[in-house]
């Protein structure tokens, strides 16, 4: 008699088997569909995907699927309850709307035009995101076929937004107006991906994000560098000097309360980025970049997800044009954003930047700041049960031990985790190579159906080992 | 008996009066042609003021009047030479192009159209150039009047340019083409200002310049913030760090080597600097700044004439539009510009700045350097007998003292000093409000005929001071 874990797995395998040409079929349908929410003459395309999905939703099997409107394109949301009255509930976050596309931005075949070349689907969305919300309609009939239930294990609740490949402008109020059916023990953002082919991976939070733009204001006019240079305040060199004060020789943050609160690594954590295959000089070519540099202490990893950052997104003052123009600029301004991790309060950091800006503002300067609303980071403990459960239900899948990772960018998830008070877990199968905003973007579909199998595996572990405390 | 300097104020003063009339219709003839330089339009305006000005100072005596042409606009040049052969040679410089101008800028009246109001002149390029050096041909014909001589005391030649308001692209060129014919022992610049209508100022120096634009090349595109932040050098940071470094605490240029030569100011020149009456707060209103801010131990005045300066006259690098861009950016640059004094070399300031940029790079980012084409400072020293006669001839038309000043800016007068090895006087009475470049551009009427004056009383006293050595 065999393993009731392998039992398992090739209970899932064999209903993915069974039904993966439709499950390809229907995802290439979607695909065709250009859902550019950033392009307002596909605003009918994108509406046109939500009401694709939610009714491919129903057909699945969830008994609710609505499309939800906004002030934006509309998201879809579903929900497939449990008949476990102590289920936990998890909310899988992930969108139907994609990046622009077109053929002669170097595609080689169409981009809303699918096609399969090597084991791997071209189009836009393949892996960004709508090929990692698709797995989620096999995966749940997987997990039921396998385990011969008739409701899943989880209350499975389904949120894919329409915005945000165009910064989710509205998400955050759309969670807050539906907060009430959006009730969660965990969020599942599908928006990620994994180390590598050979490396799966978790990731197990997300860095938060505070954007400014600080300008200077010199003189009320450009004036003449010849009569007036060497004797006024010059707003350009005074915002250079603003931007060189920012990091220390360590390449550390020197606003004064910048780090407070910060979560440092673990050495465990330490220990487990530590484990990943990290090859420096190719992640440098990925980074089109000639050098490493960072927070002096820290590796590249640890840099550019667990340390948090200050960068110059832009500078500008003056004259930029070709040759010469002889003045001292009017004014010159400078576009910051700083990555956050876990502990640091975005209100907090505003009001430090703020007070050291005009710690810095030299005489005869005038200031002005504005914040952008801000993302807050998002961080879940390598115990937590659910992510237990995922790196469970990912090692099923892949046959392999799950290391984890973390993502340095930063999402709408962390809304959802703010306005919802749930913790965030990331389940992505996309590798670096699929091309996310690039031409040619591709899914993986050995990946693609791994993706599905974990989603099966997923349901069942966290049904069975985190029971809903009511 | 009256005294005989008496004699030759009023004899001068008589003559002007007698030929005021024609000498302003002449002059509105001329403004009225708009020789904008700037403009491909006005092309034909240019050579037009160009031939009207070589006819009419043929009309006024010159022996010699001759359209020079060039790359780009035409310039003029007159030769009127004395009978006494120890005469010394003075050339004369000034420009008959103008700035652009129209009505809707803000003119009060049609900039081409010179009115009368108030006993001053308003037309577009009524004291910048024109008036200027158009008062060089009454002041002449007033020293042979007031002096009975049938030649000048000195060899006077003018030479007025066509591309002033342009950068005087070819200026140069010219210059070294046609050097045999602007053999000089001094050149008269008559394209400046004095302190004010109360207080009569010869400038003695003008600053140099050195311009630059510095490139910092990152990550060979944009990339994304998220992903590397923290972990790779950023361009606009770098460029900023390196803009920090330019000056220090005492906002001294930083850049090893950069004051070598420099010739301080003596004593006596501070003092002379220290008489004229500086009022900070009107200083500032004009330079539209909140504050005076350079070199420590240097006050206003001697910052923008006698020190050395490096300015940001622009900086840019990554997403300067609305709203934010999480990127680090692949490149950043900056435009510098380096006023340079009496004893400064262009050619050593550029290697010195070169040297040094280079020391500030970064490793993993790629600099790139280019200068423009500089300007040479000059200086005639206070003892200098062509400045003195200046002074004396300033002062028997003014009937007050004259004191001294410098120029901040740079000019292509530095090119005749250079090429033809001359020393350089400046000759002006224009004032701060007379608006060059600005709409209602004016000059004083009773100033202009006091530059009439001067040139009439310059001539004779350059001749009886000064001899020319064979």
Known sequence: MSHPV?????AVRTYIEQHRAAFLDDLVAWLR?????????????????AEWLASKLEETGFGTAEVWPTAGAPAVFAEWLSEDPEAPTVLVYGHHDVQPAAREDGWSSDPFEPVVRDNRLYARGAADDKGQVFFHTLGVRAHLAATGRTTPAVN???????EEESGSPHFRALVEERA??????????????????????VCTGMRGLAECEIRFHGPDQDIHSGSFGGAVPNPATAIARLVAALHDEHARVTVPGFYDGVVELTDEERALFAELPFDERRWLDTAKSRAA??????????????????????????????GSKTIIPSSAMVKLSFRLVAGQDPDHVEKAVRAWAAGQVPEGIRCEIDFAPATRPCLTPLDHPALRSVARAMGLAFGKPVRYTREGGSGPAADLQEVLGTPVLFLGISVPSDG????????????????????????GDLGEHWRHAP
């Not at 392998?6 to 090739?10: E, F």
């Not at 569909?33 to 995907?49: E, G, L, M, T, W």
């Not at 499975?156 to 329409?162: A, T």
């Not at 960072?294 to 003056?318: D, F």
């Open 156 to 162: 499975l609740k389904l949120l894919i937004e329409g």
């Open 293 to 322: 540099h960072g927070e002096a202490g820290h590796t590249t990893l640890e840099r550019v997800w667990a340390r948090p950052t200050a960068e110059v997104n832009g500078i500008g003052g003056g004259y930029q044009g070709p």
């Open 180 to 201: 009430d059916r959006l009730g969660a023990d965990a969020v599942i953002v599908s928006d990620t991906g994994m180390w590598s082919e050979d490396t799966p991976t």
């Open 6 to 10: 392998d039992n398992a797995v090739s």
């Open 33 to 49: 569909i250009p859902s550019v929410s950033a392009q307002p003459d596909h605003a009918q395309d994108v509406r046109r995907s």
């Open 436 to 459: 996310w905003h690039a031409p040619d973007e591709k899914v993986e579909l050995d990946l693609l159906l791994k993706g599905v199998e974990t989603a099966a595996h997923l349901w």
